[in-house]
């Protein structure tokens, strides 16, 4: 399984990006979805995930801010970050858990939330 992540900018305090993640093979539909991020100097952390029966968690820095979604017939997850901090800014990565066969990561996109 191949991810690719995509969406990250440079935004101001207070503005919205939406991520976009891409998968490649057919487990897509029935695996668990999860978008991180990992700022300079930090651990890298849950932001967001959703299971394949559309189940959501949100950290709670995000919850309110952040919606996470998935289009199964597209194999893509989405972020929609809303009212963005500078705290916020990291590289965000998806990750895809299937079972106990699949724990994939994608490249990292990077997220610049100026202030």
């Known amino acids: 399984v191949q991810l690719q992540a995509f969406g990250g900018g440079l935004v101001q305090a207070g503005g919205s990006l939406r991520l976009s993640c891409a998968a490649s093979g057919g487990i897509f539909s029935f695996s668990d979805m999860g978008w991180y991020r990992q700022a300079p100097g930090k651990q890298r952390e849950l932001v967001a995930s959703i299971t394949s029966t559309r189940s959501t968690t949100y950290a709670d820095s995000t919850k309110g801010r952040f919606t996470i979604s998935r289009d199964n017939a597209k194999n893509t997850v989405y972020l929609q970050m809303n009212s963005l901090k500078p705290e916020d800014t990291a590289v965000y990565y998806c990750?895809?858990?299937?079972?106990?066969?699949?724990?994939?990561w994608g490249q990292g996109t990077l997220v610049t939330v100026s202030s």
């Open positions: 990750n895809l858990k299937y079972a106990r066969l699949y724990d994939s």
